[in-house]
């Protein structure tokens, strides 16, 4: 089955920092992405969507200058953390849709965020 | 935004018991989706069904759709220990898939 490969799996960060994740489609090309955000034992907050060599569309609410999001190739996408602070503390989710099979969605594994 | 709203928020029952778990949303769909989610891991795709489709079945899954209802239900039989996860039904519509706060279900052995 297809494969979506998320790294890190757990970054921990300072004030002020940023931090880049990444979402590989390992075994397809991933004509749209999506980045989703989730704090514990709550629901995955769509955070943008992202399709391959045009700009991101965001969620209302998530400020664009704040989680930059590239998708450079039909098989990665990055998501920026910049500037980071203590609430932006999660756990972020990339998913992936394969260009042929284009409703299912593959999931990464995941990225503990932890801001100090 | 958030769209699907799945009930019980937790269920716990034993070993070669069934769950059901459900799901409502408010809006039109294209399709609706289950996943299942370990603890701190990504969400796995488990079943698709569309918005033209009453009932699909997967293995031990049963999922139906009542659009009329905006509601979904999904039913494991025969639940093993290893069901225990979070589920979350996942509404299509614009391209997109959001989800609801999802079900934790616990199988006791």
């Known amino acids: 089955g297809a494969v979506v490969s998320q790294h890190p799996s757990r970054v921990i960060c300072k004030s002020g920092t940023s931090v880049k994740i990444e979402c590989r489609s390992l075994d397809f090309q991933a004509t749209t992405m999506f980045w989703y955000r989730q704090f514990p034992k709550q629901s995955l907050m769509l955070m943008a969507t992202s399709n391959e060599g045009s700009k991101a569309t965001y969620e209302q609410g998530v400020e664009k200058d704040k989680f930059l999001i590239n998708h450079a190739s039909l098989t990665l996408s990055t998501l920026t953390v910049t500037s980071a602070h203590p609430e932006d503390s999660s756990f972020y989710i990339c998913?992936?849709?394969?260009?042929?099979?284009?409703?299912?969605?593959?999931f990464g594994s995941g990225t503990q965020l932890s801001v100090l | 935004s958030q769209q699907g709203e799945e009930d019980p928020q937790a269920l716990s029952i034993q070993e070669g018991e069934n769950a059901t778990m459900n799901c409502s949303y408010k809006?039109?769909?294209?399709?609706l989706q289950w996943y299942r989610q370990n603890s701190g891991r990504g969400l796995v795709h488990l079943i698709l069904i569309r918005s033209n489709e009453r009932e699909k079945h997967s293995g031990r899954l049963r999922v139906t759709l009542d659009t009329s209802k905006k509601s979904s239900s999904l039913l494991i039989t025969a639940s093993r220990a290893a069901d225990t996860a979070s589920y979350f039904c996942?509404?299509?519509?614009?391209?997109?898939?959001?989800f609801g706060k999802g079900i934790t279900l616990s199988v006791r052995p």
């Open positions: 809006t039109s769909i294209n399709n």
């Open positions: 996942g509404t299509g519509a614009n391209s997109k898939l959001t």
């Open positions: 998913s992936a849709r394969e260009r042929t099979i284009n409703e299912k969605l593959f």
